[in-house]
């Protein structure tokens, strides 16, 4: 299992020493929650401050967009030092030009889905994306409790991944994942697992993110 820490959960008076914190404790992936207060009901940060931290760790950046209108945005992700970028089904964007607009910036593209959505709305665009990232919470807030009946989906969408040979794409879940959860994840197939409050809270992080990657 790769564990990519959130950065919603750390501390923001002292974010470039939090990544460089996530970094020796052996995350795979940086997640960054960027919210605009239209899309989700809270508002986070943008490409100014994605950029202005990318020089502290050479992992990939994970940029999750919970915005209305990313299309408009992807060059300031991709200046900004975007590794991924994922984005959701349910914006008001057009979905084949955000992805393209991603991939020709060199970018790895990905879908999200909330818990609401549907598995089949992401089947028309798998051929071109890298990741689906399916939210096992409400976008919006870090430490929600995790959804278990997001289990089923993931399987549909790992299901029909292979049944087009498409066995490279990463299905990644975020929200509500720690000790307690991350083995219904593993068992369902996930690849990814995004951890904002129990990375963070925890006494050690990098014993957490140890064990996590042994599921
Ligand atoms: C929620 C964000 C998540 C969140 C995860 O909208 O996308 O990345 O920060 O935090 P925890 O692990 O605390 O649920
Ligand atoms: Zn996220």
Redesign the pocket.
């Known amino acids: 299992m790769k564990i990519a820490p959130?950065?919603?959960?750390c501390d923001f008076s002292k974010m470039g020493e939090e990544i460089e914190r996530m970094d020796q404790a052996g995350a795979d992936w940086m997640?960054l929650?960027v919210?605009d207060g239209h899309f989700?009901p809270?508002i986070t940060f943008g490409a100014p401050i994605i950029k202005a931290v990318r020089k502290l760790s050479n992992r990939p950046f994970d940029v999750?967009l919970?915005i209305s209108e990313p299309l408009k945005y992807i060059d300031d992700f991709a200046d900004a030092g975007a590794d991924i970028i994922t984005f959701h089904v349910e914006c008001d964007s057009d979905i084949d030009s955000t992805i393209d607009k991603i991939k020709s910036r060199g970018v790895k593209p990905g879908l999200v889905l909330k818990p609401n959505t549907p598995a089949w709305t992401v089947f028309p665009y798998l051929e071109k994306l890298d990741v689906v990232l399916v939210?096992?919470?409400?976008?919006?807030?870090?430490?929600?409790s995790?959804m278990p009946n997001m289990m089923p989906k993931v399987k549909e969408i790992k299901r029909e991944c292979h049944r087009r040979g498409l066995d490279n794409i990463l299905i990644e879940a975020?929200?509500?994942?720690?000790r307690d959860t991350i083995e219904q994840a593993a068992d369902a197939g996930v690849d990814v697992c995004?951890?904002?409050?129990?990375?963070?809270r925890a006494a050690d992080p990098a014993k957490a993110i140890e064990l996590f990657k042994t599921f």
């Open positions: 959130s950065l919603l959960s997640h929650d919210m989700v809270n999750h919970m939210m096992t919470v409400e976008p919006g807030f870090g430490g929600q995790f975020d929200g509500g994942i720690g995004v951890a904002g409050t129990a990375v963070f």
